[in-house]
């Protein structure tokens, strides 16, 4: 018992740390996107965190098998690299042995990203998906950053803004440019004082009101011009189209929504959310023998074939996922039957050396029988 939880110790430390640096890596890259549709106005910047939240459960039940896979192989290479392994096996400490005391955790870790894949990760995108499709019904004026020139979504004008109140409906300093219409170059110029946006209640439609400001009307490069003062201007403000939202994807369906489906997609979710967790199970078992490291050869001599065996079972899965979707294979061919190649190839690395000693003591009895007969 004290042996099972030092390793179950060392992996686990282990794991937490390389899997957090995947995530903050994987994060940042996703954050960096957002932040640019932020800066662009198509994203409002108090959405930006709360999107980021939701997709974190999603992030994590990718991130994590990958962590425990390299934790195992870091912790158990440095017991190899350290001769613990070496004292271990000759206190009659089998591979075999080490193999189920890797399970424990590893069953752990499986049930944890069962819950993220099959409840909170479904949920948490679907939420994303929600805020990101209001976000598309909101009015370009509604994603404006204050204190700086901002284009509009139709790329024909620019609109700018001191500062906007806490509603984001009230705006001080409004500056509006943009093509007159599409037969000529006519350009209209319109700044105010104030401004803020109106929603019409009988007709559920949006206005941007500008108060105490004047319009200027003309074509570029020509002295003639038409100047317009005004108290009070309504601007129609076109929302979002619905027929543009995102639509509801099969990861961010509820799992007991994919059993009653019969669509190819969210069959081949379905058996994806259910993968997840057996991919954790294979890679701890495969990881065991990976991680078998001679003092001679270095600490990291396996890490990138092994990452790289990783890599190949990721994506075998993601091309069973697709071809399911497709139609070419039934789930059970395919997400199922790279699951069973990769297990049976974790068992063969497992019994590879017993193998290779049998082969050879065979071997070795075969000569020795050929030598006595020889004298």
């Given at each position: ?43 409002s910047p108090d ?46 400490f089998s591979q ?112 941007l009101v500008l ?165």
């Open positions: 018992m004290i042996i099972f939880r030092y390793l179950a110790r060392e992996v686990m430390i282990t794991m937490l740390a390389v899997s957090s640096v995947l995530l903050l890596i994987t994060m940042s890259g996703r954050f960096v996107k957002y932040l640019a549709e932020a800066a662009a106005g198509r994203l959405a930006l965190f709360a999107v980021m939240g939701y997709r974190l459960p999603g992030f994590m039940e990718l991130v994590i098998p990958l962590g425990l896979f390299i934790g195992i192989l870091l912790a158990y290479g440095r017991l190899y690299m350290q001769s613990e392994m070496t004292v271990l096996a000759a206190c009659g075999r042995r080490l193999a189920w005391y890797t399970m424990s955790p590893a069953i752990l870790v499986a049930l944890f990203v069962a819950a993220l894949s099959l409840l909170v990760s479904p949920m948490g995108l679907h939420q994303a998906e929600q805020i990101l499709n209001q976000q598309k019904m909101n009015s370009e004026f509604e994603g404006l950053s204050p204190g700086r020139f901002n284009p509009l979504r139709s790329g024909k004008g620019v609109t700018y803004s001191d500062a906007f109140s806490d509603d984001r409906k009230q705006m001080q300093r409004v500056f509006v440019a943009g093509r007159i219409n599409q037969r000529d170059n006519g350009i209209a110029v319109v700044k105010s004082a104030t401004g803020h946006l109106y929603d019409h209640p009988d007709y559920q439609q949006r206005y108060e105490d400001g004047s319009r200027y009307e003309g074509q570029p490069g020509q002295a003639e011009y038409r100047v317009t003062k005004f108290a009070q201007q309504a601007q129609y403000v076109k929302r979002g189209d619905p027929n543009e939202l995102r639509p509801r994807k099969s990861d961010s369906k509820t799992t007991a929504q994919l059993f009653r489906s019969d669509a190819l997609d969210d069959i081949a979710a379905l058996h994806w959310r259910f993968s997840l967790p057996v991919l954790v199970l294979v890679i701890s078992l495969m990881a065991v023998p990976l991680s078998k490291t001679n003092p001679r050869h270095g600490r990291y001599v396996k890490m990138i074939p092994a990452i790289l065996l990783y890599i190949i079972y990721l994506v075998s899965l993601n091309a069973a996922r697709g071809a399911v979707e497709a139609g070419r294979v039934s789930p059970w061919l395919g997400i199922w039957g790279v699951h069973l190649s990769f297990a049976s190839l974790a068992l063969l690395l497992m019994l590879w050396d017993g193998l290779v000693k049998k082969i050879s003591h065979r071997g070795s009895k075969g000569q020795g029988g050929d030598y006595a007969q020889a004298k």
